[in-house]
């Protein structure tokens, strides 16, 4: 009889063990970061035309005199660009739980419970008690 509860001692210290290494490698797996980035851009076009006129007059030494008129024309074109960028990081945090479980009664039993969020705010889990159960849980988070 007295091997039977050093067992059980034993089997709920390799579960808590279990329930324990299972929490830390869970947690200490980074947190997924996404990173949305909008980039918006502008295109400005800016034309202007100027006309330039040159006058040359010549005078000529028997007294004669020759005006000649020259228009230029520039085109000039300004562009312009403008970009907006918007950066958006959200960071998902999945959480894990772990549970110790005891229920008093003629002869006590023992367990250990773990969940963990997999798609928003459900969860699933295991559990595993001292009298032999075994059992799965799916839940919700609000």
């Given at each position: ?16 063990i279990?329930?324990l ?5 869970l947690?200490s ?8 980035q ?24 028997d ?9 230029q ?25 772990i549970?110790?479980?005891y ?7 023992y ?30 988070s609000?």
């Amino acid at each position: 009889m007295e091997t039977i509860k050093q067992y059980k001692i034993y089997a709920i210290l390799i579960l808590i063990i279990i329930g324990l290494s299972t929490a830390l490698v869970l947690k200490s797996s980074p947190d997924q970061v996404v990173t949305t980035q909008e980039i918006k851009k502008e295109e400005d076009k800016k034309e202007d035309k100027k006309e330039k006129t040159i006058t040359v007059i010549d005078k000529k030494p028997d007294g004669e005199t020759v005006t000649t008129q020259v228009t230029q024309e520039e085109d000039q074109t300004e562009d312009k660009t403008k970009e907006d960028t918007k950066t958006q990081t959200t960071v998902i945090n999945k959480s894990t739980n772990i549970s110790l479980m005891y229920a008093p009664s003629f002869k006590p039993v023992y367990g250990v419970s773990i969940t963990h969020e997999v798609l928003g705010p459900f969860t699933v889990g295991a559990f595993v008690l001292t009298n032999g159960t075994l059992g799965v849980t799916v839940g919700v988070s609000f």
